[in-house]
């Protein structure tokens, strides 16, 4: 089998092992590791892969495995969502894997060994993650003091912490994106985010001439943010805060005949 083909079998059958453990109501690292456990099952059904060469078993799951895990794991939330294009862009993939398999959680603590995990199986740069996107912080001492966590450099996923505008406001200055009408977006999630800030501050049609506008500036990076907030809208805790702001991110634009 040529390795692309048993690559895409490799995130098919992930994909389907994760729809069926999601409506079974299973979360968190089972889920996940039920997942890669999905993957590498396809992976080694076959004695002789051609054009993979040989990879030791290290190099076959780091490179094959954890990207086919993750990405099934994706697309199981966007079938679930009822969405044809899911996200691919690393940032989109590790905030989708980080808010959906920590789930309920007040904050979303993500320790060294799930870092590495979700890293690499979203081609994620974790340093530009955490010093130019401000995807994550690391978690302060104080914080750590009354949470059972390793020693490793533990982290935390920046995300809204309400629906307040002022809260969604603070969140972006200190991921450097600000509120104007000329953002700094990096990547999909300041985009995801500053669409949040504008669903919640303007009219619906303020909003989409907002979002049109950042649009035609950032196309690759909005269009994946209403995906994900589509997604968000259907598979996130009914408490999130996030699952609120992305239903008013996608309902004005739907009302109006934007997007």
């Given at each position: 089998i040529e390795a692309s083909k048993l690559y895409e079998e490799m995130v098919e059958e992930a994909a389907e092992r994760a729809m069926r453990l999601i409506e079974l109501g299973v979360t968190g690292r089972d889920l996940f590791?039920?997942?890669?456990?999905?993957?590498?099952?396809?992976?080694?059904s076959y004695r002789e892969?051609?054009?993979?060469?040989?990879?030791?078993?290290?190099?076959?799951?780091?490179?094959?495995?954890?990207?086919?895990?993750?990405?099934?794991?994706?697309?199981?939330?966007?079938?679930?969502?009822?969405?044809?294009?899911?996200?691919?862009?690393?940032?989109?993939m590790f905030y989708i894997l980080a808010k959906c398999l920590i789930a309920g959680a007040r904050k979303k603590i993500i320790e060294s060994t799930d870092l590495r995990l979700l890293s690499i199986g979203t081609s994620?740069?974790?340093?530009?993650?955490?010093?130019?996107?401000?995807?994550?912080?690391?978690?302060?001492?104080?914080?750590?003091?009354?949470a059972?966590?390793?020693k490793a450099k533990t982290l935390i996923l920046l995300e809204?912490?309400?629906?307040?505008?002022?809260?969604?406001?603070?969140?972006?200055?200190?991921?450097?994106?600000?509120?104007?009408e000329e953002p700094n977006v990096r990547c999909t999630v300041d985009a995801l985010h500053i669409l949040e800030y504008y669903a919640i501050t303007y009219?619906?049609?303020?909003?989409?001439?907002?979002?049109?506008?950042?649009?035609?500036k950032y196309p690759a990076q909005v269009n994946e943010a209403l995906s994900l907030a589509k997604i968000f809208a259907r598979v996130l805790p009914e408490d999130d805060p996030e699952r609120r702001l992305c239903e008013r991110v996608i309902l004005p634009a739907f009302q109006l005949g934007g997007t």
């Open positions: 590791i039920n997942t890669l456990a999905a993957a590498l099952a396809a992976a080694t892969v051609i054009s993979l060469g040989k990879l030791n078993v290290d190099e076959l799951v780091d490179k094959y495995v954890y990207p086919a895990a993750s990405i099934g794991l994706a697309k199981a939330f966007a079938r679930r969502a009822e969405i044809k294009d899911g996200v691919r862009s690393p940032d989109a994620l740069d974790v340093k530009v993650a955490l010093k130019e996107w401000k995807l994550l912080r690391e978690m302060k001492r104080e914080e750590e003091a009354g059972k966590v390793a809204p912490p309400s629906a307040e505008k002022t809260k969604i406001a603070e969140l972006l200055e200190a991921k450097g994106v600000g509120t104007s009219s619906a049609t303020e909003y989409v001439r907002r979002l049109e506008k950042l649009r035609e």
